[in-house]
Structure formats: structure tokens, C-alpha cells
């Protein structure tokens, strides 16, 4: 796996015969390392692995109820943010010619697992054991799309790098009639450890 470049960094080009000379020691040339952003399922996958600083806002876009109380509470708690750590852990595909999977570690609750499919499916379990499956997507522009199902309601999940050390989510939840249910907003950015001074 290639580690995720960052787009900023400016690449000299060598000569062949240097090139020649220097390839038996010096790591592979910038002509090799994975574009950004990510343009495979595989570069995106190792490109989330790390540890990540959170901040993630959540909303309930549940319709008011006629209750002028309920709807008063409602209005008071229909958003709220939460900052927190996230680690993410780059899986070994389960079988061959697939991508591998991520173990995902929010800042509260256990991790949970996903393994993708080259067919554009994939399957994990959430930290209580309930067993999720759906499908990706990846866009051109570099960005993630998850789509599954939960207790009866669909759930979109966009995923996508504005920088190789900073990448945003978002989700939303459909009921079963179509009425939107709960959304999520998160940003992230990538905890990167200072250079030996």
C-alpha cells in the first residue's frame, strides 16, 4: 500500500542516469507514488489510515410534531457537535484481488470493521456484533460513497480529502417512507507526528 501524498509537495525530476544509479538505494521515484486525490478503491482505503482529530455535528431533520412542547424541545436539541479522536486502522484484504478493509475507532464505543469487494459491495460488523453490508462507490472526484441499510432506514455516507491530512464526511438517513432522519457532518484531520529535530 502507498502512503497517501500530499498534493502541496513539489516533486524535482531526475535524469535517467541518475535515476539509474539511485533506484538500488533510494526509495521509488515520484512518478510512482499514488495521485492524489485517491483514484482506487485501494489508495483511498490506505489513505484513511491514521489517527484523526474530529469534529462532528449532528442533526435531526425529523419533522416537527404538533406538540407545541415537543416541538419546543425539539428545536432546542436538533443540533450539537462533539470533538474527539477517531483511529483508523487499514485491514488486510480477506481474500485475493480484493482492496482490504478499515477498523474504524470512534471516540466513544468499540471499533467496528469493514471489508470491501471489488464488486462494489462490502460487509463488517458494528461494535455490538449487528452484521452491516452495502455498496460503494468511487467517484471521480476522489470522493466515497457508502450506502447501507440499518433497522429499516438507509443510510448515504460521503466520504472525501481536501488534502492528503484533512477529509471530510457527511451522512444522512432515509426512513422507509422517504422522510429524512438524522444527518451528520464531520471534519477530520490527520494527527501527524513531528519530524526528529
Known sequence: MGVCEDPNRVHRPRSPAATAVTSATEPPSPATT????????????ACCAGDWLS???????EEATADAQEAE??????HRSERG???VTYLAPEGTG?????????PSGGPHQLQFRPDGGFHGRAPDGTPRSGHWQLWPDGSLEL???????SVRERIWFTKANLRLRSSVEHHPDGRPGRASFS???RRVSRPAG
Open 98 to 106: 480484493e482492496p482490504g478493509g478499515l477498523e474504524i475507532t470512534p
Open 187 to 189: 471534519s477530520e484531520i
Open 34 to 45: 499514488p495521485p492524489f486525490p485517491p483514484e482506487t478503491i485501494e489508495a483511498f482505503l
Open 55 to 61: 469534529l462532528r455535528s449532528r442533526f435531526s431533520l
Open 85 to 87: 479522536e477517531l483511529k
Open 147 to 153: 450506502t447501507s441499510e440499518r433497522a429499516g432506514t
Open 73 to 78: 424541545a425539539e428545536e432546542a436539541s436538533w
